[in-house]
């Protein structure tokens, strides 16, 4: 890599655009929660006399463990979406302030007083024979 070319208007486009992703993945996983809870409610049970509440099936149990053993990597999913957004904010707001440095730096040295060298280099015509 030669070096960076960042637009600080397309960094925040794209972040809008992966925040609308994010915000419609949040309702699907809501949804998700809501759908699996019907789907274990609605799965059946055990059949039997019983008194009361009806035991919980083994499709019930099963949908319960599939939710459980996923919870974690939905939470993994979540939470890498924000880092990875909180982290291109970061970069994206360093690559502008370092702009911003460079850009006084040079500020800076262009405002100095011209070094003896520079003087001398402006005071001695150039000799374009030299070395004929």
Same mark, same amino acid.
């Given at each position: 890599?030669?070096?960076?070319?960042?637009?600080?208007?397309? +960094?925040?486009?794209? *972040?809008? $655009?992966?925040? $609308?992703?994010? !915000? !419609? *993945?949040?309702? !699907?996983?809501?949804?998700?929660?809501?759908?699996?809870? =019907?789907?274990? *409610?609605?799965?059946?049970?055990?059949?039997?006399?019983?008194?009361? #509440?009806?035991?919980?099936?083994?499709?019930?149990?099963? +949908?319960?463990?599939?939710?459980?053993?996923?919870?974690?990597?939905? #939470?993994?999913?979540?939470?890498?979406?924000?880092?990875?957004?909180?982290?291109?904010?970061?970069?994206? #707001? =360093?690559?502008?302030?370092?702009? *911003?440095?460079?850009?006084?730096?040079?500020?800076?040295?262009?405002?100095?007083?011209? #070094?003896?060298?520079? $003087?001398?280099?402006? =005071?001695?015509?150039?000799?374009?024979?030299?070395?004929?």
């Amino acid at each position: 890599m030669t070096g960076w070319d960042i637009t600080p208007s397309g +960094v925040e486009s794209i *972040l809008s $655009l992966v925040g $609308l992703a994010a !915000d !419609d *993945l949040g309702k !699907d996983v809501k949804g998700y929660g809501t759908s699996v809870q =019907e789907a274990a *409610l609605s799965a059946g049970t055990i059949s039997g006399p019983y008194c009361g #509440t009806a035991p919980e099936g083994p499709v019930s149990a099963a +949908v319960a463990n599939f939710v459980s053993n996923n919870e974690g990597q939905i #939470t993994f999913i979540a939470a890498r979406i924000k880092k990875t957004m909180d982290g291109t904010v970061k970069a994206t #707001t =360093e690559y502008v302030e370092g702009d *911003l440095a460079m850009a006084a730096r040079a500020q800076r040295e262009a405002s100095k007083a011209p #070094t003896p060298a520079e $003087l001398h280099a402006v =005071e001695q015509p150039a000799d374009h024979n030299r070395g004929k």
